[in-house]
Structures are given as C-alpha cells and as structure tokens.
C-alpha cells in the first residue's frame, strides 16, 4: 500500500498522513506499508474501542541505527523494485500508560479472547511488548518477545522519594 504525507482516509480512524515515517532523512514522497499492518491496526482499535497512535513506520538505514533498531528490522525493507517499503510498525494507545498496555497484553496472552489469533490470521507474526508502545510486524514465522520492565515496591518508593524531594 502505497502511503504519502497526506490528510487521506486509509481506514475508518486512520489517515495516510499516520502511517508516513517519522524518518528525518527520508527524502521522498512516498513509501509502501504492508497493508496487513493497517488492516490489523484498525481492528485493534476497534477491539479495544481505544484511539491509537501510530510512533514508528518506515525507518531508513541511518535513522533505524540512530533508533536503536535491529540490523535487519521489519522497519527497513525494500519492494522488488527497490522503493521503501515497512513490514513493520510500532504503536500505542493514545492515553498510553503502562497499565493500559499490560491489559492489552494479557488480553493478547489469553487465548479465550481470540485476539493472538485474529491477528496471527490477519498475518501479524511479530509482536514485541514494551511499557508504552507495541511492535507489530509481518514476518513469515511466530515471534513474541515481552520487554516491559516491571518496577518493585522498593523501586516504586524510590522514585516517589526522589520526585518529593524536588518539591
């Protein structure tokens, strides 16, 4: 699906313009995104009744580095013909808090939802769970990585005896 910067309905919630990358060094007008990735998305928003941001799209080699990204993102892929292309996007719910992400996962954890199975059907084989975003990607094989860090009850107190003591 071809995306360009632009005020243009892609699904009922969702604009072309949400799907453009973010990349600072990318200069043309338009890149591919699975469509896979937009259909899945809405349905997630529709799932969850909850309004989501796309943060991450199309990510060039200079710009996946600079992000962190892996050597061989989903992020970074090209067409047969050599245009940008993304297999991959991250996202998060607007209202994004770490609460409403776990839910999200123990939703996605819960095979009596269906959720795990509606999006591997919806061609969704990647998922990678972090405090505040998701990862979604269209790899061939099953690949669910969980990186939320989890705080202790000391670590907690801590970082309210720090904030209070700034007051």
Known sequence: MEIRNLDIPLTRNFQQKEFFTNDPYFTDNYHEVDD?????L???RDFTNSPIRVTSSYRGEKYNAEEGGAPKSYHKKKTLSGK???????W???????IRM????KLY???STGLKAELYNRG?????FYNTKIHMD?????????KTKTTSIFGLLLSLALIASRL
């Open 36 to 40: 896979r990735l937009v259909y899945a």
């Open 42 to 44: 809405q349905w997630i």
């Open 84 to 90: 940008a292309k993304t297999e991959a996007i991250d």
């Open 92 to 98: 998060q719910f607007v209202k994004a808090n770490v």
């Open 102 to 105: 776990k839910t999200f996962r």
């Open 109 to 111: 954890n819960d095979e």
């Open 124 to 128: 969704i084989r990647g998922i990678i």
């Open 138 to 146: 269209t790899r061939t094989t099953e690949f669910i990585q969980d």
